[in-house]
């Protein structure tokens, strides 16, 4: 019975102790640097997105924040490294709409289900639905019409096997019922060439990528994803508009932190993260050169969206028959 009462007093002691720590972690921080993990190399979307928001973020957090550039496979080599940092809340990860399709394509050193928990979803970056100026149509409805008369003629390109335009193509085909044929190119630059060129028929690209061919007109804009209308195409209807509704996502971008990080920390980084979005500097660079919309969310929120994307593009990738790939 003592034994029983001695153990039960340490475990009592220990429990508190661990909550005076996780409590004067949370009351101190930040009191050092915090680092933003960007999966991608510089120049990259997600850089862009990164570096647009690190000055509000420091501002807000009286801490300087670095962005750490880690690329590689996909964003697992970025994802892998900050799942397994200390959960303190000093290494965030950026997570993007690609991080929902890691898990479809290859063998991962990390659960992104179990190993991380998320901040806040940060932004939105609309994607554009391109044709060849050539091309005889005018809408989505016109190029649905277009590939059911001709199939197995037309083309659609993307960066890569796996890719979000190698998937949303995969939605095209199946919500539309059209017989369209992939062409995988080693990344967005090759892939848009090809359809500026004529080479290929179609494809769903990256505002910053494309916007400035939309602009002189070397691409020809059929719809674009997001909820309304980009203000920059007025004239251009959303894909939900076009009747493909499944193709309506942005490319998203959430802030991530290891799993056992605590509440508090979180709940100061969201809060940070809220002060620095809604400065009107970190808008006007967000929406810039980065092509993206400032958005926020509870952290509850940001895990509900999160756990949505992983299982719409798990299933559309299995659909597609992707496996996952043994990492080399």
Do not use: C
């Not at 494309?210 to 251009?236: C, F, M, N, S, Y």
């Amino acid at each position: 019975m003592h034994r029983q009462r001695f153990l039960a007093v340490v475990a009592t002691a220990a429990t508190l102790g661990f909550g005076l720590a996780s409590g004067s972690l949370a009351q101190n921080f930040p009191s050092r640097p915090v680092t933003l993990v960007s999966p991608f190399p510089a120049g990259s979307g997600s850089d862009l997105t990164a570096r647009a928001v690190w000055p509000g973020l420091s501002e807000a957090l009286g801490q300087p924040v670095v962005v750490d550039n880690r690329p590689g496979a996909g964003g697992a080599i970025g994802a892998q490294y900050v799942a397994r940092a200390k959960p303190d809340g000093y290494t965030l990860f950026l997570a993007s709409l690609s991080f929902s399709v890691l898990p479809s394509l290859m063998e991962l050193g990390f659960d992104p289900r179990k190993d991380f928990e998320a901040v806040t979803l940060m932004g939105l970056q609309r994607m554009a639905f391109v044709v060849p100026t050539a091309l005889p149509v005018k809408s989505m409805a016109e190029l649905a019409a277009m590939a059911k008369a001709q199939p197995g003629k037309l083309n659609y390109a993307s960066a890569g096997v796996g890719s979000i335009g190698h998937l949303t193509g995969e939605l095209l085909k199946n919500e539309g019922s059209l017989d369209i044929v992939h062409v995988p190119f080693k990344g967005t630059p090759e892939a848009l060439t090809a359809i500026m060129t004529g080479e290929v028929q179609m494809g769903l690209i990256a505002m910053p990528a494309v916007a400035p061919q939309i602009k002189a007109g070397k691409v020809k804009v059929l719809a674009v994803t997001g909820k309304d209308r980009d203000p920059a195409l007025p004239d251009a209807p959303t894909m939900v508009e076009s009747g493909f509704p499944s193709l309506s996502d942005s490319v998203w971008y959430e802030v991530l932190v290891p799993t056992g990080t605590p509440k508090d920390v979180i709940d100061k980084l969201n809060a940070a993260f809220r002060q620095a979005l809604a400065k009107p500097e970190t808008v006007a660079r967000l929406e810039g050169p980065a092509k993206t919309t400032p958005t926020v969310s509870s952290p509850e929120e940001a895990t509900t969206y999160l756990r949505s994307q992983l299982d719409k593009w798990s299933g559309v990738a299995k659909k597609a028959g992707l496996e996952p790939q043994r990492a080399k």
